[in-house]
């Protein structure tokens, strides 16, 4: 046993519970430096978590089958990266995209078992890009898979799907001067149903989710309620983005992880030059009511959200969520400098870390590895910052290796994929 933790048990026979706690908050060196193996646990594990499981509850081994269905523009690919260092660090296998569809399941078709490289089947987690398709998933995934997604509020969602994919949905290409306003003004006047990449230009949310976007809940209210029960049916959380760190203490306590499993550096952002500052009233407005199929699946799920709060005890959930950000911000500190920042993707020097850039229009940030570092805590701060396409890659490599080594036999493709409509072209990688 490491002398601190003899220490501490010694003095419990002499202090009070208060009193071992503020000694272990002290301990500032043994909170960054737990060992896990290879791995660096940047959460104090002694500290009691803030949100416990209810006293008739007996403690719960942690949940390792998640589908994570990744909506655009929602803070997925943080989330992605959440579950692609959890899988690693317990050796769990990851579905990945067969190369054919690149690094998302051949996004915008519905989504196909087919679509799942062989090498990453059968998968513990999925949480790359596709359009939901409830049975497909269910025939990949085993049994006692956990869902869940997140969304994030239409007019802020809408006006980072039109900068994001401005180059590439014809919608929006169509558009003077790349004019948000002007679209919201007269959305008809460029937007076509069933044109290559529409699905970026209305009601994405339902889209992901396998709705049917051109439905307009104003004209058919039953139809916003079907889709509403279908999700419900499926998925055991739907998170918050505006929310994120009480969606991943709400994610912990589902999956019956530690805190530390939910840390995270922010990833696939854009530049402040990339972004409006502020949505005006009225240009929310607008947004919400082209994408009403969003605006009521949003609405609906972010009041269900706060009443899963409140089951779980606000307070609590708050305080552990505040523990969650301290603890962040430590790792970003000690990952990345004693003033961790967000750089353009030219000034990363680390190009595992470059993040991918969609135009010359929008500016992705990263971050960068301090130079000199090595070993398992540099190791941890490149995972925890790895971009979608980099991670995709190394997951898929390291699995393709070790594949002659499966408990199961992989299943065999009945046929292959067929070519996806390619989501973005490789030809503006690295401008």
């Known amino acids: ?43 104090p594990k002694l500290f009691p978590l803030s949100c ?25 690919t943080t989330v992605q990266n959440i579950l692609f260092r959890f899988a690693e660090r317990h050796n769990l296998t990851v579905a990945l995209p067969h190369p054919s569809c690149e690094h998302q399941f051949c996004y915008p078709r519905n989504f196909s078992a087919h679509f799942v490289h062989p090498a990453t089947r059968p998968p513990h987690v999925l949480a790359s890009h596709l359009r939901f398709d409830r049975a497909e998933l269910e025939r990949l995934m085993p049994p006692g898979t ?28 169509r558009v003077p001067n790349a004019s948000l306003e002007a679209f919201l003004r007269a959305p008809e006047a460029y937007y076509r149903a069933g044109e290559h990449f529409a699905m970026f230009a209305h009601n994405t949310l339902a889209y992901d989710l396998g709705g049917d ?8 209210a039953a139809y916003l309620a079907g889709l509403i029960r279908q999700v419900e049916e499926v998925f ?87 523990e969650l950000r301290e603890a962040r911000e430590r790792l970003l500190r000690r990952c990345f400098g004693a003033e961790p920042v967000l ?53 898929l490599r390291k699995q393709k290796r070790r594949g002659g080594v499966r408990a199961r036999p992989e299943p065999v493709l009945d046929n292959p994929p067929p070519r996806p409509i390619r989501a973005l072209p490789r030809g503006l990688q690295g401008h």
């Open 146 to 173: 956990v869902y869940v997604t997140i969304l994030r509020e239409p007019a802020a969602m809408f006006e980072s799907l039109f900068s994001y994919y401005n180059q590439y949905c014809p919608a929006f290409r």
């Open 236 to 322: 055991s959380l739907v998170m918050i983005a505006e929310y994120f760190d009480e969606s991943l203490v709400l994610l912990r306590r589902l999956l019956a992880w530690d805190l530390d499993d939910v840390l995270y550096a922010k990833l696939n952002a854009r530049a402040a030059s990339s972004r409006l500052a502020a949505i005006p009233a009225a240009l929310a407005r607008a947004a919400r009511t082209w994408n009403a199929l969003d605006a009521g699946l949003y609405d609906h799920f972010n009041a269900t959200f706060w009443r899963r709060v409140a089951s779980a005890g606000r307070a609590c959930v708050e305080r552990e969520a505040r």
């Open 52 to 76: 416990p499981p209810l006293r008739d509850s007996p403690p719960r081994p942690k949940h390792m089958t998640v589908a994570f269905l990744k909506t655009h523009k929602t803070a997925g």
């Open 343 to 395: 750089r353009p993707a030219a000034q990363i020097r680390t190009k595992q870390l470059q993040p991918w850039q969609p135009s010359r229009k929008v500016d992705i940030m990263g971050y960068d590895l301090p130079s000199g570092g090595a070993g398992p805590a540099t190791e941890t701060c490149l995972k925890l910052a790895m971009p979608e396409v980099q991670y995709s890659s190394y997951l």
């Open 1 to 43: 046993m490491p002398p601190i933790l003899q220490h501490l048990q010694q003095a419990s026979k002499m202090m009070s519970r208060r009193k071992i706690l503020l000694l272990v908050l002290g301990c500032s060196t043994l909170s960054l430096l737990i060992h896990q193996g290879a791995q660096l646990s940047w959460y």
């Open 213 to 220: 976007n051109e439905r307009s809940p104003r004209d058919d």
